[in-house]
């Protein structure tokens, strides 16, 4: 049992001394990046909820700090992401002839460019990340807060795994 217990600490430590920080996340930190800064992502599509980007903003500055392990600043991060959400869009889903949709789908789409500021790779993307609900009609009304809520948390997994993933 304790050579078993020397064994686990050994391979504890060599794992702490790589290069590389690891997570259960399944995401990998260069250990020379301490902070991502996220410009505030304004809302710039027709239409939209109010609160859509307050909401949007606080979910990616969440996700990025809890499972990043990175400070969350507002500038001049060592990782830095920017953008804008660009479509807020309510659809009709599927609905039959001479009879009214009894269920829609809430479409956001969040422009995101990313920039790799101080590892040796210096990436750089461009990319749209989009996610959606789909509701009853008489879901809506009280809880567009709760459905952009989980599209915004969504779409940061999405932005989080695209950043930090090394699958």
């Given at each position: 049992?304790?050579?078993?217990?020397?064994?686990?600490?050994?391979?504890?430590?060599?794992?702490?001394?790589?290069?590389?920080?690891?997570?259960?996340?399944?995401?990998?930190?260069?250990?020379?990046?301490?902070?991502?800064?996220?410009?505030?992502?304004?809302?710039?599509?027709?239409?939209?909820?109010?609160?859509?980007?307050?909401?949007?903003?606080?979910?990616?500055?969440?996700?990025?700090?809890?499972?990043?392990?990175?400070?969350v600043i507002n500038e001049a991060g060592?990782?830095?992401?920017?953008?804008?959400?660009?479509?807020?869009?309510?659809?009709?889903?599927?609905?039959?002839?001479?009879?009214?949709?009894?269920?829609?789908?809430?479409?956001?789409?969040?422009?995101?460019?990313?920039?790799?500021?101080?590892?040796?790779?210096?990436?750089?993307?461009?990319?749209?990340?989009?996610?959606?609900?789909?509701?009853?009609?008489?879901?809506?009304?009280?809880?567009?807060?709760?459905?952009?809520?989980?599209?915004?948390?969504?779409?940061?997994?999405?932005?989080f795994n695209k950043i930090f993933s090394?699958?």
């Amino acid at each position: 049992m304790k050579k078993l217990f020397i064994l686990a600490y050994v391979f504890a430590l060599c794992l702490c001394s790589s290069c590389r920080i690891y997570g259960f996340s399944g995401a990998s930190v260069p250990k020379e990046v301490k902070s991502i800064s996220i410009e505030y992502i304004q809302n710039k599509a027709p239409n939209a909820w109010s609160t859509t980007d307050n909401i949007f903003n606080q979910e990616l500055r969440n996700k990025m700090a809890r499972d990043g392990g990175m400070k969350v600043i507002n500038e001049a991060g060592d990782y830095q992401l920017k953008g804008y959400i660009s479509d807020y869009r309510i659809t009709a889903q599927a609905p039959t002839p001479g009879t009214f949709s009894t269920k829609y789908r809430l479409d956001i789409i969040v422009q995101i460019e990313f920039k790799d500021m101080v590892t040796d790779k210096k990436i750089q993307w461009r990319e749209p990340f989009t996610n959606f609900e789909v509701y009853d009609n008489n879901e809506i009304s009280g809880k567009e807060d709760e459905f952009i809520r989980r599209i915004s948390t969504n779409i940061s997994n999405a932005i989080f795994n695209k950043i930090f993933s090394t699958w």
